[in-house]
């Protein structure tokens, strides 16, 4: 299976490394030139614990890639999707499927732009990968990924469980999801109540959480999560997300979620109009308001206005 990584950055170069290890015939592309010098040049250099890997996989810029292919993995961060998918058009052929596992809600909406619904899979992981520079990928732990057909259909099903049978073939733990768009607002409203949070204060998970004001905090963005994702047919329960947030933060402690590691360390542009700030876009169409949301998004993209002006 020809297989395209579009998007090789963190987690990107993970899953091309893991499906290429795997026998597949697998391309990295990506537009960040020191990447892709470094890749050509030395190999990707892939780092599991204590044992370093270097593996000659093959990487383009968008514009060097033609040919279609049988499967795309979508990995840019959310607001470069619509970009790479505009600039990988030569290799998205009539049977192309493309798999999403973007962090956030609505890249369905841009998919759907790109290519038939039938062949888009959505789906969620937990597993996670950093860069220590260009060229260089380091794994974080091990994780899981769940992954269903975007449209019903036995034929969408069947491809979906071959997907999921080639990741687990790749060494990764994935699973049919009988109900994706569940996942997919439950993990959003996880990242929505404390990513954005987590960089506007400057602070850790553990460190907002022992805040006195966390809880009312989370349960205000959380609560607009539920009404709209239930405006959306996917029913969520409140108590129950509040709780695993403050459990599962207190755990894991002193981990900078991805938004304070994008905008606050390295001040890049953040995924929040995929998160709070899709909540705040789909709650306006369906005619009624997000403040916490709303004040949220405006409050992260006045920060990194600031960051990027200085
Ligand atoms: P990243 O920034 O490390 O990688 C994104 C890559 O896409 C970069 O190398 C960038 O150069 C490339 N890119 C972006 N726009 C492009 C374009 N138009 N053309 C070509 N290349 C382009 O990001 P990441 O951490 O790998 O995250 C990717 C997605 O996966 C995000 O939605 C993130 O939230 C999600 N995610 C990441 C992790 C993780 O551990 N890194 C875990 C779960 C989910």
Redesign the pocket.
Same mark, same amino acid.
Not at 6 to 14: E, H, P
Not at 101 to 104: A, I
């Given at each position: 299976m020809k297989i395209a990584i579009?998007? =090789? $950055?963190?987690?990107?170069?993970?899953f091309g490394y893991m499906l290429y290890e795997a026998g597949n015939d697998v391309i990295l592309?990506?537009?960040?030139k020191e990447?892709i010098d470094s890749i050509r040049e030395n190999g990707l250099i892939v780092q599991d614990g204590n044992n370093r890997k270097i593996v000659n996989i093959p990487i383009f810029?968008?514009h060097e890639v033609a040919e279609e292919v049988d499967l795309v993995f979508v990995?840019?961060?959310?607001?470069?999707?619509?970009?790479?998918l505009?600039?990988?058009k030569p290799i998205l052929g009539e049977n192309t499927s493309v798999i999403s596992?973007?962090?956030?809600i609505g890249h369905e909406d841009i998919l759907k732009e790109y290519l038939p619904v039938k062949n888009i899979f959505m789906g969620v992981?937990?597993?996670? =990968? $950093?860069?220590k520079g260009s060229g260089h990928v380091i794994f974080?732990g091990s994780?899981t990924i769940e992954i269903q057909n975007f449209t019903p259909g036995d034929r969408e099903e069947k491809k979906a469980l071959q997907l999921v049978g080639m990741l687990n073939q790749a060494g990764f733990k994935a699973y049919y999801s009988e109900d994706v768009k569940y996942s997919i607002w439950r993990k959003a409203c996880v990242?929505g109540a404390m990513n954005a949070i987590c960089a506007l204060l400057d602070c850790n998970l553990a460190e907002f959480v022992s805040t006195n004001q966390a809880e009312m905090i989370i349960r205000h963005i959380a609560k607009e999560f539920v009404k709209v994702a239930k405006e959306k047919g996917t029913i969520l329960d409140e108590d129950d997300i509040v709780e695993y947030i403050l459990q599962s933060s207190r755990k894991v402690g002193s981990h900078y979620p991805?938004m304070h590691q994008?905008l606050i360390q390295n001040h890049?542009l953040t995924?929040v109009d995929?998160l709070n700030g899709a909540v705040a876009r789909m709650s306006k169409e369906l005619s009624f308001e997000t403040p916490y949301n709303t004040l949220i998004t405006q409050l992260i993209h006045a920060k990194e206005q600031i960051i990027m002006d200085e």
């Open positions: 579009a998007g =090789s $950055g963190a987690l990107g170069s993970r592309i990506d537009k960040w990447h810029y968008p990995f840019t961060k959310s607001m470069g999707l619509q970009d790479m505009e600039d990988i596992l973007l962090n956030g992981t937990i597993y996670t =990968s $950093g860069l974080e994780g990242n991805s994008d890049r995924e995929f």
